[in-house]
């Protein structure tokens, strides 16, 4: 596509209920990022993916949180239980590749999903 | 640890008056320093990078930022500010040789830009 999609824009859940974020990256990067974006947290990195590599999940921030990416593609971000502190906006973000060649490794980042748990 | 720090939460400027967001590093080894724009109820878009070379690095939109290796700043600068200019601005660095894809963005600086 012409750039990461992601969906939905909007998502209202009750406290202890399971969400599943969407993101559609760039078609032919290999690389897809998960950020959250929230008040006096700012930008946290979540999840990164790089083709078929082991994902590297070191920004999650509980075992609430996880992430999988479908034939090297799209992307859902699933939050288990949520709870009012989840609230933020779910950014996703997709590159050519994760490779060293910084050049290929701008990230392009979808408009994000904002997640309101109440 | 990697980090990148925006010490000013706001940044007032006049239209047609020269903007500066501020943006300070501290990494091992070389830097590679990034600055995204956010608009409104929008994703972050890319303006411009430092990997290596010129110090004056330029970007998208009439941007331009400035390496500079002693004081390790990486400032934002537009010679002319807009009303259009005015969101919400993010320096980032591109964390260590073990996880070339994450980034880690400072707090953000807010840009108004008054008629």
């Known amino acids: 596509g012409a750039g990461v999609s992601q969906s939905p824009s909007n998502k209202v859940t009750e406290k202890g209920k399971d969400v599943e974020l969407r993101c559609d990256p760039i078609?032919?990067?290999?690389?897809l990022y998960w950020y959250r974006q929230s008040l006096g947290q700012g930008l946290e990195f979540l999840i990164y993916?790089?083709?078929?590599?082991?994902?590297?999940k070191s920004g999650l921030p509980s075992d609430r949180f996880s992430a999988e990416r479908t034939g090297g593609s799209v992307s859902t971000l699933t939050i288990q239980r949520t709870q009012q502190e989840d609230s933020a906006v779910y950014l996703c973000?997709?590159?050519?590749?994760?490779?060293?060649?910084?050049?290929?490794?701008?990230?392009?980042f979808g408009a994000g999903t904002r997640l309101s748990v109440l | 640890a990697q980090s990148v720090a925006q010490p000013e939460d706001q940044v007032n400027v006049a239209e047609g008056n020269p903007l500066t967001v501020k943006c300070t590093y501290s990494v091992s080894g070389n830097p590679y320093l990034f600055w995204y724009v956010q608009y409104p109820n929008r994703g972050l878009q890319f303006l411009l990078k430092?990997?290596?070379?010129?110090?004056l690095v330029k970007g998208s939109y009439g941007f331009e930022a400035e390496f500079n290796k002693s004081q390790t700043s990486f400032h934002l600068k537009k010679p002319s500010a807009l009303v259009s200019d005015s969101a919400l601005y993010f320096c980032a660095v591109r964390l260590g040789t073990d996880s070339w894809g994450k980034l880690q963005f400072g707090a953000g600086t807010q840009v108004v830009v008054t008629p």
């Open positions: 430092y990997i290596t070379g010129d110090n």
């Open positions: 973000a997709s590159s050519l590749d994760g490779s060293t060649t910084v050049a290929k490794n701008i990230q392009y």
């Open positions: 993916f790089q083709g078929n590599s082991a994902p590297d």
């Open positions: 078609s032919g990067h290999t690389a």
